[in-house]
């Protein structure tokens, strides 16, 4: 969608609900994940550089994300999620990212709770402006992302965010974006038409084409302008409505 049809909707009232991602969305890792990684896995014996982390970060989560990584609890989509489907899924990641740690169940613990922890997350600067407006303006709010149950932790520890009242996690709801039971589940429990509901996120596969795929509408949120889309904006702020700038 063109942003300029996004704000006429958000005008109009015709969105019931402003379904947000979390993860370059609304928060941000506070260290970096490749930094976080880095100095807990120096914590047990790593010589990775952060660098390091960072490219063996991004390719063992890629692969988590579109293969049957090794150990996976059986099942037979790669979009299934639970509970012990995505602690086996990061555990299979720290062991990818961090080869050299003495002691990998440590290890993977000690990153397992950090990025639990509300402290090591911080949301973007503009974030209270635009959740603040859009509850004035009577929008409901939720989240939809692919963290896991954690995310509740962090949210709790974040007033900021305290206006959203619905978070669909994908741990609980059985699947990961972009399957269409995702977006399926969050319709249903929404209780409006599709087309009332606008999905804002970082990830056009995961936050944009499965979206309206499920008939909602979406807008990709791209701060680095790196994908040269004309309806991609590069602030939430350009999503407030006429009377709110």
Not at 53 to 70: H, I, K, M, N, Q
Request: glycine share 6%.
């Amino acid at each position: 969608m063109l942003l300029s049809d996004v704000r006429d909707r958000l005008t109009s009232k015709q969105f019931k609900w402003v379904v947000f991602d979390a993860v370059g969305t609304l928060i941000q890792p506070e260290p970096s994940v490749a930094r976080a990684y880095q100095m807990i896995g120096a914590q047990h014996g790593s010589s990775l550089t952060v660098a390091e982390a960072s490219e063996r970060f991004r390719r063992a989560f890629r692969r988590s994300e579109t293969e049957f990584f090794p150990n996976r609890p059986q099942s037979d989509s790669v979009w299934l999620s639970s509970d012990a489907i995505e602690l086996a899924r990061w555990r299979w990641i720290v062991e990818e990212v961090l080869p050299d740690v003495d002691n990998l169940d440590q290890c993977f613990g000690e990153l397992w709770n950090h990025f639990a922890h509300p402290a090591s997350w911080s949301c973007f600067d503009e974030v209270g402006t635009i959740l603040n407006a859009l509850t004035d303006a009577g929008f409901r709010l939720a989240i939809a992302t692919n963290f896991d149950s954690r995310l509740h932790s962090v949210c709790a520890g974040h007033p900021t965010l305290n206006s959203i009242e619905r978070r669909f996690v994908s741990s609980e709801i059985g699947y990961r974006k972009p399957a269409p039971q995702f977006y399926a589940s969050l319709i249903q429990e929404c209780g409006v038409a599709p087309n009332q509901i606008l999905m804002i996120g970082d990830n056009f596969a995961h936050d944009v084409a499965g979206p309206l795929a499920s008939d909602m509408a979406a807008i990709l949120l791209d701060r680095g302008l790196t994908r040269e889309l004309p309806d991609a904006i590069r602030s939430l702020l350009q999503l407030v409505p006429a009377g709110h700038d």
